[in-house]
């Protein structure tokens, strides 16, 4: 494949995993500071080819990853090729030599030190739980402190030379992210025969009473399941909402199609983000 594939760095996070299990290790895979470089430079449209992005969107623990979420809403130009989810596993790592109570802090990105909670009350109660922009930049963090430890992956302890203390050390063996395929062009969803179709829906409703029940009631009708709802604030319209809105659906019924088409007019305004399969 051509075209770079941008993804949350820097190399080592889990987001670096899941494009090298997406696109395989010969993908020009290009790591992105945070997620709003991801997005300027997805949506840019300077470079011959377009680029495409693996970003997280959601974790079955933590939930939905807002940082995404946000970008989103402010990128109508990016649109989702597919879904895919990929199990975490987040390790405990420090210098080599370093024993577990000489630490004094751990670092990791917020989501991380979430999905890690209970393991880290018991393990560590009285260190110091400092977010990082990524599971790789906490493991380069505790590279350099003697004291400190990173929640992170077996590619950035091996990037970074860390010694794992502690394996697996997420709550429990249920946690999976999802991650989104994005393209800026108007390349069509990725091709899965036999794959469930899905599609994200961003909706700004009015601020009333029932506008919500509403706006959901032609999906209802037209027996469309809805996998994932989630707002987030208006920029600028303080304690007001939009929606993002997965509905188990490619539009391909007469019903389906009626019932997007009564959303949108029930709304101030709104888009399909994409139609893609969920692997």
Known sequence: MNAPVLFLGPAGTHSHEAALQRFGPKAKLVPCLSHYEIFARLCAGRSQPLPIAIVPVENSIEGPVTQTLDQLARHPKATILDSFSMPLRQHLMARPGVRLATLRRVYSHPQALGQCRATLDHLMPRAERIPESSTAAAARRAAQDPESAAIASDAAAQLHRLAILRKNVQDGDESV??????????????????????????????????????????????????????????????????FFIEAATAWKSAPARAAWKLVLALSESGWIIGTYPVG
Do not use: C, K
């Open 177 to 242: 992210t999802r991650f989104f395929t994005l393209t800026a062009g108007r390349t069509t969803s990725r091709s899965r025969p036999g794959a469930e179709r899905r599609t994200l829906m961003y909706l700004v409703i009015g601020n009333r009473p029932g506008a919500l029940l509403h706006m959901l009631a032609p999906f209802d009708a037209a027996d469309i399941n809805l996998t994932f709802i989630q707002s987030r604030p208006l920029p600028g319209r303080p304690w007001e909402y939009a």
